[in-house]
């Protein structure tokens, strides 16, 4: 079986190809239909994870993210509030704050409203999907290969490097320079993609876990199962 693990980067999206063995290949994708179509046409993809939310609130916070912030202390910030449906599509950034005041009472941080285009890019295309598509986070899922909280950030050498030796405990060798090959993309969105991967295939496999667990699943107006899978 062949898997996808899919993070954002300049150019679209990062796209990292895993397979029962371990790595396949990476390529980079404009939008994530392509992502998809790519993986199955050219590796027959199963399954695909994402870095992105999936499962808009119409107001306050999803217990996603609420749960996995705890999960990964002391990395915990780096799973970012999402911002309700009302601030998403609101045409400017000052519109899209007064939407998500009025709606959740708090402000929208221009790092989440910078990325919104990602989040409706997969919003739009989650109910067309031809293979299962899900939510992962890259800190919660080097969370649970390491067993323990992470101390070193991704951006840095020493975080890079431990996060490069969990993929390749896990049997996912990533190529060293592969960022290279992939316009628009960064050292850190291929590992992110990687971990990504590895949580599809634990996805086929049956052996992931979600937060929160499917018998507290938590859905909103979209009626789309909102979790992230690890």
């Known amino acids: 079986m062949t898997y996808l693990g899919i993070d954002a980067c300049k150019k679209g999206w990062v796209v990292v190809v895993v397979d029962d063995a371990g790595w396949v290949d990476a390529f980079v994708a404009p939008d994530i239909a392509v992502a998809e179509r790519g993986?199955?046409?050219?590796?027959?993809?199963?399954?695909m994870v994402v870095d992105i939310p999936i499962g808009i609130p119409d107001s306050g916070a999803r217990r996603a993210d609420q749960l996995s912030r705890?999960?990964?202390?002391?990395?915990?910030s780096s799973v970012f509030p999402v911002p309700v449906r009302a601030a998403l599509i609101a045409p400017t950034y000052e519109a899209a704050r007064a939407a998500s005041i009025a709606a959740s009472g708090?402000?929208?941080?221009a790092?989440?409203?910078a990325i919104r285009e990602r989040i409706l890019d997969v919003d739009r295309h989650v109910a067309s999907a031809r293979i299962p598509l899900l939510e992962g986070h890259p800190e919660v899922s080097f969370r649970a290969m390491a067993g323990a909280g992470l101390d070193h950030p991704k951006k840095s050498e020493a975080g890079a490097a431990l996060r490069q030796q969990l993929l390749a405990g896990r049997g996912i060798d990533v190529p060293f320079g592969i960022e290279r090959d992939l316009p628009g993309a960064s050292r850190d969105d291929v590992l992110d993609a990687a971990a990504m991967a590895w949580t599809a295939r634990r996805v086929g496999d049956g052996e992931a876990i979600r937060l929160p667990p499917r018998f507290a699943a938590e859905r909103f107006s979209d009626g789309i199962d909102s979790a992230?899978?690890?």
């Open 70 to 76: 705890k999960f990964i202390k002391p990395r915990g």
């Open 111 to 113: 790092q989440a409203y």
């Open 106 to 109: 708090k402000s929208l941080s």
């Open 228 to 230: 992230i899978w690890f």
């Open 39 to 47: 993986g199955i046409t050219d590796f027959g993809a199963t399954t």
